[in-house]
């Protein structure tokens, strides 16, 4: 909004540095053994740790108005909802009904 | 009429409201692109839960030198693109074309890598098709990582080069002396548009070059 301060070049470089240090500590972590199903979490909780930064810092929105958040926060919310609803399906299915447990053998038919 | 009025449409009552409005039509748009590649992102999710270890196979055939060369690259390019709008904010010309001109070549230098890396997958048979070889026991499951690799990465390349193209037409506006510190809407909006294509990069390198370096 035109209403927006003008964000400093200081605070750019800050979130620009953030973002390469997180870019290097997601790299290092994924070499090292952390045990099973850590390095989802680890990958995804830093990758989501530098959207925010980009999206409040580089894309102003943490300057922005109620309006704007919601736009935005609408996109992630229903990205949530399709990831969300299709995982659920995806990994109770072998519980409710445990002849198509496994992996679909017919996926990639030759 | 003032020099911002100049700037305004007609059926805008004031240049802030035109402004604002400009500004919400760029996130409903951002918003259907998260929608866009979301979809993606959700398939991979699916794929990867039922072949982990293909998956992870797969993706160790990576170049994650390469990958993170280039997400460091495209995140000084957000920089860059961060900088050319608060010249533009500021009314400073010449670092605005600068900035724009040197998100352009990170731009290019981007995809300059991720044409390497695709060239080298052709010569590793690791593009899908009749010419794929992989481990034979995990070759079907690795050939669906790939056709993700390829969908994902070219999808966002695309989107690349029309951020560079976006960002071509700016520089030749902004050369005619067409922004101010009170009208630089089309550098903000693109730097948006710049931005969220830094973000799904953010997403795609762990979970693409990533997720099986442990194993």
């Known amino acids: 909004m035109s209403s927006q301060p003008v964000v400093s070049v200081r605070t750019y470089a800050l979130v620009f540095a953030s973002l390469l240090f997180l870019t290097a500590l997601t790299t290092t972590v994924a070499f090292v053994d952390l045990g099973k199903g850590m390095h989802e ?31 935005v926060g609408a996109g992630f919310f229903w990205l949530l909802i399709l990831i969300g609803g299709t995982m659920d399906d995806v990994l109770t299915r072998p519980q409710l009904s445990p002849s198509t447990a496994s992996v679909p053998a017919q996926a990639y038919p030759r | 009429m003032s020099k911002v009025e100049a700037f305004r449409q007609h059926h805008f009552e004031d240049v802030e409201q035109q402004h604002e409005a400009s500004w919400l ?37 990576l170049d994650v030198l390469l990958g993170g060369i280039n997400t460091a690259v495209l995140i000084c390019s957000s920089f860059t693109m961060a900088l050319a709008v608060h010249s533009a904010e500021t009314a400073r010309r010449k670092p ?120």
């Open chain 2, 25 to 61: 039509g760029m996130w409903v748009f951002l918003a259907t692109e998260v929608m866009f590649f979301g979809g993606m992102f959700a398939c991979y999710f699916v794929y990867r839960h039922w072949y982990l270890q293909a998956f992870a196979s797969a993706s160790n055939h």
């Open chain 2, 96 to 215: 605005l074309i600068a900035f724009l001109l040197l998100t352009i070549v990170l731009g290019l230098l981007f995809l300059g890598i991720k044409f390497y890396e695709y060239h080298t997958k052709f010569e590793e048979h690791l593009v899908p098709g009749s010419s794929f070889r992989f481990e034979a026991s995990l070759a079907r499951p690795a050939e669906i990582f790939f056709s993700f690799y390829f969908a994902m990465t070219g999808m966002h390349a695309v989107h690349m080069i029309i951020g560079i193209g976006l960002l071509t037409a700016l520089i030749f506006k902004a050369r005619r002396g067409r922004f101010s510190a009170a009208y630089h809407t089309p550098v903000e909006l693109t730097g948006l548009y710049w931005h969220f294509v830094d973000i799904v990069w953010i997403f795609l390198f762990p979970l693409l070059y990533l997720v099986g370096r442990h194993l």
């Open chain 1, 41 to 71: 979490m680890a990958a995804l909780t830093i990758a989501v740790c530098k959207a925010v930064l980009v999206i409040l810092y580089f894309m102003h929105v943490r300057y922005s108005d109620r309006l704007t958040w919601v736009f």
